[in-house]
């Protein structure tokens, strides 16, 4: 019943702002299917956003790109903040992959096994 109120909200969608930033995101899951969306860190907060930048996007397909668990990325980044109602609503797009950072082998983990 709610299904239909909810698709036809009262409220429009408003854009508030859009901008353009350069970021370090870690690469938390990623998909290689057309046009579905990764999903980064930055700091505590995750989120997933669109990868524009067809060039690494060809580097992938090509696997000319590897990734393991804790890379991490430097990228130019789009956000775009809607509101709809008293609700922010926050859409990411990476427009340029600028670094690949790969993580230390390792990590800063500690081997228990080892004498």
Not at 14 to 30: C, G, H, K, P, R
Not at 36 to 41: C, D, G, S, V, Y
Request: hydrophobic letters at 40%; charged letters at 35%.
């Amino acid at each position: 019943e709610e299904r239909e109120y909810i698709a036809n909200s009262p409220f429009p969608e408003e854009d508030v702002n859009t901008s353009e930033s350069e970021a370090v995101l870690e690469i938390v899951s990623l998909s290689f299917r057309r046009d579905n969306k990764w999903r980064f860190a930055q700091g505590e907060a995750t989120f997933f956003a669109e990868i524009e930048d067809k060039a690494f996007l060809r580097k992938v397909a090509n696997h000319r790109a590897l990734f393991g668990a804790g890379d991490a990325l430097i990228v130019r980044m789009r956000t775009r903040t809607t509101r709809v109602g008293a609700d922010l609503k926050f859409d990411r797009s990476v427009l340029r992959v600028v670094k690949h950072i790969p993580a230390e082998p390792g990590g800063n983990q500690l081997d228990l096994l080892e004498e």
